[in-house]
């Protein structure tokens, strides 16, 4: 049993002898470099929209009416607003949503009370301890509880993103698909794998009933909670690769704004 190893001299002490420690670490340092380049480019309030870069006439003479907008930056706001000066960047109207999502994540609670919170780092392992502590119950840690909300919002942003895919193929004469359309289209696509296997939408569509087999729509909702459970049991491997989706496509979409690479068109119908 765990408790028969745990070390109760001070945090981090344990008597297992694996590399415990290293998925913790690894946790910290990846969510540590993401928050560090969301919050840059978030307040870059640049290159977000190849068509309106530096790198613009290329983009014009390949003909594209729609965009290719980075997901930091989307839905687009195309405004200035200014404040003492300052030109806020319309990406922060946006953050608050998906990062609330993430934040308040089962899975990302999980990681993040372990790598940062150290309470515990791992199983079996001392974790900081206060006498206090009361968990999710009060401030500000019962905010988490709102999870459902922000599930509402980042369900929404999945269609959004997805307009976005469109709008890549929108040329003069006709549709096209670009290496861009494929990377905003990844994007799209494991952040639908993370965004549908969430808890609470696993509680929303399979919960709350007695009987799965009673009638038409309860065998509809089992069928459908049964597609949530399988994206569910991934969840975490979802969290992940959806993180570094979007980390890829805005990196992208910069590159292509900055001319240090061409978004190739593939084929044109
Ligand atoms: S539990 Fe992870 S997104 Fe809802």
Redesign the pocket.
């Known amino acids: 049993m765990a408790t028969t190893i745990r070390d109760s001299r001070g945090s981090g002490k344990t008597a297992r002898r694996d590399a415990w420690w290293l998925q913790p670490l690894l946790t910290a340092t990846v969510l540590t470099a993401f928050i560090i380049y969301a919050t840059f480019r978030t307040f870059e309030n640049d290159n977000f929209l190849p068509e309106l870069s530096r790198n613009a006439s290329a983009l014009w003479e390949s003909g594209r009416v729609g965009h290719l907008l980075s997901p930091f930056y989307s839905p687009l706001f195309l405004v200035d607003w200014q404040v003492m000066g300052y030109h806020v960047s319309p990406a922060i109207l946006i953050l608050p949503f998906p990062l609330s999502?993430?934040l308040?994540?089962?899975?990302?609670r999980k990681a993040y009370y372990r790598s940062f919170f150290m309470a515990p780092p791992a199983c079996a392992v001392q974790g900081t301890t206060k006498k206090t502590y009361r968990g999710e119950q009060v401030f500000p840690f019962v905010i988490q509880n709102l999870?459902r909300f922000a599930?509402y919002a980042?369900f929404i942003f999945i269609f959004i993103l997805a307009y976005d895919v469109v709008l890549s193929m929108k040329y003069v004469d006709g549709w096209g698909i670009s290496l861009g359309t494929f990377v905003l289209l990844l994007n799209v696509l494991l952040l639908a794998g993370?965004?549908l296997?969430?808890?609470?939408?696993r509680h929303l569509v399979g919960g709350k009933l007695n009987c799965y087999s009673c009638s038409l729509a309860a065998k509809t909702r089992h069928g459908l909670w049964k597609k949530v459970t399988f994206l569910n049991e991934r969840?975490a491997l979802y969290?992940w690769v959806s993180l570094f989706g979007v980390a890829l496509a805005d990196l992208y979409v910069r590159f292509v704004c900055a001319g240090v690479i061409t978004d190739w068109v593939l084929v044109k119908f």
């Open positions: 999502f993430r308040t994540c089962y899975y990302y999870h599930f980042a993370y965004t296997g969430c808890h609470s939408l969840h969290a």
